[in-house]
């Protein structure tokens, strides 16, 4: 059942080029297919410097930061790739950070340096058919596990209606397994007893409220192909755990239909990812990379991209989230996007922010995910994730940090 909405096409690394001539090229790194309609948007808005997007979906494919201006990426916010970037102190009196929430800036500095800047957010809905029964925009893990147990319904020993469960989600996962972490490092080299700890109680919560994993595995077979917005409509499931992002680029249709409320774990928010900009140590077009990134801090920059997506019917929603900027919500995607107006977090409204490892997207996909589903279906030991983790580092060794 668990359902990952599929991407309408497959992004292969490529170099985009605008076709301004003689004047200063910079070079910018990003994984953000979305980036690419912003660069274009600053290649439209003046003349003076032309961008040159150099997209990698290829973890195959090497990237040298010594010939790149400008990185804008998802959480690269790991103190490894800090170290390689400017300080940008410098920008700390703009009204962009100056309304970016404490939280989430806090993560971005290294020592009293601020190295990046935080530019959009990712973050979990829980999302069902009725309201909840709770108030408030947020719903924690504790209530959700609560209403959900309540939902199940069986025939002949069998589900035939399920709340929730741990195993078709790999955004609650992950959501479960950093909250509290203060770094993906905590769960990837502790020798497992952090990871055995949230595993387990995992583990048992699917035992006592999905009869376990055969049980949910047999119900999860038998809808694998219905999305999970259908099975909320159909009251076939109580909640699914989505992207925020994804969520708002459902159609109308069919969101009408549905109630969200923001995800916690423990009662404070933990974003599913951070995308920050930062300029490398000795860019060469510095001076390029730095007006860019004074252009991607103004408000009016974020005004004309947020509204010429929704105006061209992009398959974007922001940067992949909401901004970092509280400022921001308030003035413009609440108002572009009228359902997010109760919705938008408040500052000091964030847990403390998990420190990713480098390749941290990389490493939950290929690495942790997998190995915490085997876990909960009892396949591998939690206590085998430090030792896999140790291989896949010898067998990937991480491109941005090789000079």
Same mark, same amino acid.
Request: hydrophobic fraction near 35%.
């Given at each position: 059942?668990?359902?990952? %909405?599929?991407? !309408?096409?497959?992004?292969?690394?490529?170099?985009?080029?605008?076709?301004?001539?003689?004047?200063?090229?910079?070079?910018?790194?990003?994984?953000?297919?979305?980036?690419?309609?912003?660069?274009?948007? +600053?290649?439209?808005?003046?003349?003076?410097?032309?961008?040159?997007?150099?997209?990698?979906?290829?973890?195959?494919?090497?990237?040298?930061?010594?010939?790149?201006?400008?990185?804008?990426?998802?959480?690269?916010?790991?103190?490894? #790739?800090?170290?390689?970037?400017?300080? !940008?102190?410098?920008?700390?009196?703009?009204? +962009? !950070?100056?309304?970016?929430?404490?939280?989430?800036?806090?993560?971005?500095? &290294?020592?009293?340096?601020?190295?990046?800047?935080?530019?959009?957010?990712?973050?979990?809905?829980?999302?069902?058919?009725?309201?909840?029964?709770?108030?408030?925009?947020?719903?924690?893990?504790?209530?959700?596990? =609560?209403?959900?147990?309540?939902?199940?319904?069986?025939?002949?020993? *069998?589900?035939?209606?399920?709340?929730?469960?741990?195993?078709?989600?790999?955004? +609650?996962?992950?959501?479960?397994?950093?909250?509290?972490?203060?770094?993906?490092?905590?769960?990837?080299?502790?020798?497992?007893? #952090?990871?055995?700890?949230?595993?387990?109680?995992?583990?048992?919560?699917?035992?006592?409220?999905?009869?376990?994993?055969?049980?949910?595995?047999?119900?999860?077979?038998?809808?694998?192909?219905?999305?999970?917005?259908?099975?909320?409509?159909?009251?076939?499931?109580?909640?699914?755990?989505?992207?925020?992002?994804?969520? &708002?680029?459902?159609?109308?249709?069919?969101? *009408?239909?549905?109630?969200?409320?923001? @995800?916690?774990?423990?009662?404070?928010?933990?974003?599913?990812?951070?995308? $920050?900009?930062? %300029?490398?140590?000795?860019?060469?077009?510095?001076?390029?990379?730095?007006?860019?990134?004074?252009?991607? %801090?103004?408000?009016?920059?974020?005004?004309?991209? %947020?509204?010429?997506?929704?105006?061209?019917?992009?398959?974007? @929603?922001?940067?992949?989230?909401?901004?970092?900027?509280?400022?921001?919500?308030?003035?413009? @995607? $609440?108002?572009? #996007?009228?359902?997010?107006?109760? *919705?938008?977090?408040?500052?000091?409204? +964030?847990?403390?922010?998990?420190?990713?490892?480098?390749?941290?997207?990389?490493?939950?996909?290929?690495?942790?995910?997998?190995?915490?589903?085997?876990?909960?279906?009892?396949?591998?030991?939690?206590?085998?994730?430090? =030792?896999?983790?140790?291989?896949?580092?010898?067998?990937?060794?991480?491109?941005?940090?090789? *000079?």
């Amino acid at each position: 059942m668990p359902k990952k %909405i599929l991407a !309408l096409c497959i992004i292969i690394p490529v170099l985009i080029v605008s076709c301004k001539k003689d004047t200063p090229n910079i070079v910018v790194y990003t994984d953000i297919p979305e980036a690419v309609i912003l660069m274009n948007q +600053f290649n439209t808005d003046q003349s003076d410097f032309t961008v040159e997007t150099l997209f990698l979906n290829n973890p195959e494919e090497n990237i040298s930061l010594e010939s790149t201006d400008l990185i804008l990426a998802r959480d690269i916010h790991a103190p490894a #790739y800090m170290e390689l970037m400017k300080n !940008l102190n410098k920008y700390r009196a703009n009204e +962009f !950070l100056q309304g970016i929430y404490p939280e989430i800036l806090q993560s971005c500095i &290294l020592d009293t340096e601020l190295k990046l800047i935080p530019l959009s957010l990712g973050l979990p809905l829980a999302v069902r058919s009725t309201p909840t029964e709770s108030a408030g925009k947020y719903i924690d893990w504790k209530t959700l596990s =609560e209403e959900a147990s309540a939902v199940n319904s069986y025939n002949d020993g *069998h589900l035939t209606r399920t709340g929730f469960s741990p195993l078709w989600s790999d955004d +609650f996962i992950l959501s479960y397994l950093t909250a509290g972490s203060g770094s993906t490092l905590t769960l990837l080299e502790t020798e497992g007893d #952090y990871y055995l700890k949230k595993t387990g109680e995992l583990t048992q919560w699917i035992e006592e409220n999905n009869s376990g994993s055969t049980e949910i595995e047999r119900f999860m077979e038998k809808y694998m192909y219905i999305p999970d917005y259908r099975l909320l409509s159909s009251d076939r499931i109580g909640f699914c755990i989505m992207k925020l992002s994804d969520y &708002l680029l459902l159609t109308d249709s069919i969101t *009408h239909k549905l109630s969200f409320k923001l @995800f916690t774990v423990s009662g404070r928010l933990q974003p599913t990812q951070i995308i $920050s900009a930062g %300029i490398p140590e000795g860019a060469p077009n510095s001076d390029g990379a730095e007006a860019l990134l004074s252009w991607l %801090i103004q408000k009016d920059t974020w005004e004309s991209f %947020i509204y010429s997506t929704i105006r061209n019917r992009d398959k974007a @929603f922001g940067l992949e989230g909401i901004s970092a900027s509280y400022t921001i919500n308030e003035s413009i @995607f $609440s108002k572009a #996007y009228p359902i997010l107006k109760e *919705h938008i977090p408040y500052p000091g409204e +964030f847990d403390r922010i998990s420190t990713p490892v480098p390749q941290w997207k990389r490493i939950k996909q290929e690495l942790l995910l997998p190995h915490t589903l085997k876990v909960l279906k009892g396949e591998e030991q939690s206590s085998d994730l430090g =030792e896999e983790y140790r291989k896949w580092l010898l067998l990937n060794p991480d491109p941005l940090l090789i *000079h």
